[in-house]
């Protein structure tokens, strides 16, 4: 295997980690307005929790048609490829993929995006141990931002455990629905020796009560001096809720 396919393969696991947050202190360690703002982010999050629960409850199933490009620009040569595919969501924790079309090279396609397909799967296997929770992530409020007439909280987010589709970075919050709205991150440990630094850039919008993914786009340079790019575009969603 030449070491330009070694960089592309080992991108894979990078750019999965791309595509998939309540400060712990003393009362004598910090100051009055501190201490408030970091309770007061605890009281956001607590919400945040119960109304991802309760979204998680009503939303039985989803399709939705996906468009996968990536692109690796470098030494020897620049390539890409781009996958059109077909999800299905299944309550509480099933995930499936219909490839509808392929084109470009079958380097990426194979041992990128396909690979890509196979980590979501798995992952959603198991939703809790990469959730944005208080038991996977420390959570610091510390902004507020006024976007379009609508307030979003803005946390830093930390990895409480070492795994491997965790992240640290930034998370912007709906103050009405209590609903992440983006995240903008980097993976909390670099899986490969070839990456130099990856960035995620990550979207949510609204269908119904729901706030799904609409878009990914996650940049990686390669040590060697190259840059891995890698979008994901979700298309409009089909859902099916249960009604209480």
């Known amino acids: 295997m030449s070491h330009h396919s070694g960089r ?25 307005a501190s201490f408030h703002k970091s309770a007061r982010g605890d009281q956001i999050v607590q919400r945040m929790m119960e ?25 020897p040569s620049n390539i890409a490829a781009s996958m059109e595919v077909e999800a299905t969501y299944d309550a509480p924790s099933s995930k499936s993929f219909r490839i509808l079309s392929q084109t470009g090279s079958k380097l990426l396609i194979d041992h990128v ?10 992952a959603a296997k198991d939703p809790g141990q ?4 208080p038991e996977n992530y420390t959570f610091t409020l510390v902004d507020n931002e006024l976007v379009v007439d609508k307030e979003l909280y803005v946390f830093q987010v930390e ?37 130099k630094r990856t960035e995620i850039r990550h979207t ?27 979008t994901i575009d979700y298309g409009a969603y089909q859902v099916q809720i249960t009604h209480s």
Not at 54 to 63: D, G, N, P, S, V
Not at 204 to 225: A, C, H, M
């Open 8 to 32: 592309i393969r080992s991108s894979a696991g990078v750019l999965f980690c791309l595509a998939l947050i309540a400060s712990t202190t003393t009362l004598g360690e910090v100051d009055s």
């Open 51 to 75: 109304s991802n629960e309760k979204r998680a409850q009503a939303l039985q199933h989803y399709t939705e048609d996906r468009h996968y490009k990536v692109e690796y620009r470098g030494f």
């Open 113 to 122: 995006l396909k690979k890509l397909l196979e980590s979501e799967r798995e």
């Open 159 to 195: 990895p409480r455990v070492n795994r491997k589709f965790l992240y640290r970075g930034r998370i912007w919050v709906d103050a009405s629905d209590y609903a992440v709205v983006k995240i903008e991150a980097e993976p909390a440990n670099n899986p490969s020796f070839w990456i």
């Open 130 to 133: 990469n959730a944005l929770t």
């Open 204 to 230: 949510y919008s609204k269908t119904g009560d729901f706030w799904l993914p609409e878009r990914n786009q996650s940049e990686s340079k390669i040590r060697v001096g190259g840059t891995a790019i890698l």
